[in-house]
């Protein structure tokens, strides 16, 4: 199996997969690869990559949260957030002062985000949802949901929000601090568009203790009679850290910031420069296939 994250790895700086980095898919999967895409995105912010690529098999999105079949998008696996913990993080941040992102699996609640208090929406975020299909409903608090707190506390992947890192520090530490062990949290530069590019805007993401791309790999390994020791995995970000640790083998691109390079067993280019077709011409050189797990210093 080989696992790669999606923005920062597969994907250039203009967001696109390059046809170098396609093809390399296409023969991958030729050679009995399945090839699955992680990434912090939900389903609904990447199908329609995914499938330009990978069009069967499986997804894992939402930073490990969910698992989908590509082909039909059904979500075939997800680990949501408990509903206690879900009104914590969200009273925390409307108490800070920030508009609470909460992300649904949308196959069960029948839409995307749950938009919740009466901060306005961040002007990257706006230009998120108006780059993707997302459908989103808003209520001033949990229990002024119209559908009722309990389905705003249902099916939640991932408690968040969008805002200037250095608004998101107290918050931040105030939910560590508080329920931080049966939770998993990262807080980390936002993609962002053109318009907004000189705002040092932040996400922080808040989802269940046992979320990760790596834990959800394994999940799928189960499923699928694979061997976590014959995954490679390919990633940039502070998400795949887990992923780069647990595979049998792994790449962190050029591009990777120290502390996640130095999780990987092997370096790859740049993402702008067809990493993943370097991976993949490492793994099939010489037409022998791909070769057993390695380990740093072997």
Not at 81 to 104: F, N, Q, W
Not at 121 to 136: E, G, I, K, M, N
Not at 161 to 189: F, N, Q, Y
Request: proline share 3%; hydrophobic share 45%; glycine share 10%.
């Amino acid at each position: 199996m080989l696992v790669t994250d999606l923005d920062g790895t597969l994907l250039n700086r203009k967001g696109e997969v390059s046809e170098a980095n396609a093809n390399a898919i296409a023969r991958a999967r030729e050679h009995g690869i399945e090839v699955v895409i992680a990434t912090g995105r939900s389903w609904v912010e990447c199908h329609d990559l995914v499938r330009s690529v990978v069009p069967d098999g499986h997804a894992i999105t939402a930073g490990g949260a969910a698992l989908h079949d590509v082909a039909s998008g059904e979500c075939r696996d997800s680990i949501p957030i408990s509903h206690d913990l879900v009104a914590h993080c969200t009273e925390s941040l409307l108490r800070h002062g920030h508009l609470a992102h909460l992300l649904k699996d949308p196959h069960r609640a029948g839409f995307d985000y749950l938009l919740v208090g009466d901060a306005s929406l961040d002007d990257a975020s706006r230009w998120w949802f108006s780059v993707h299909p997302l459908s989103t409903r808003s209520a001033l608090t949990l229990d002024g949901f119209d559908g009722g707190r309990e389905a705003a506390l249902a099916n939640v992947l991932r408690v968040g929000t969008v805002a200037p890192a250095t608004a998101l520090a107290d918050v931040t530490a105030a939910i560590r601090s508080e329920v931080g062990e049966r939770l998993a949290i990262k807080h980390w530069p936002a993609l962002v568009a053109l318009g907004t590019a000189g705002i040092e805007t932040h996400l922080l993401e808040i989802f269940d203790a046992s979320v990760d791309k790596w834990s959800m790999v394994v999940r799928l390994c189960a499923r699928l009679g694979v061997s976590p020791t014959e995954v490679v995995t390919v990633g940039d970000g502070l998400n795949d850290v887990g992923m780069l640790q647990g595979a049998g083998l792994s790449f962190a691109v050029a591009n990777a910031e120290a502390d996640v390079a130095r999780a990987s067993v092997r370096r790859a280019p740049d993402h702008d420069a067809d990493a993943l077709a370097f991976v993949v011409d490492e793994l099939l050189s010489g037409g022998r296939g791909v070769p057993g797990p390695r380990r740093a210093g072997q």
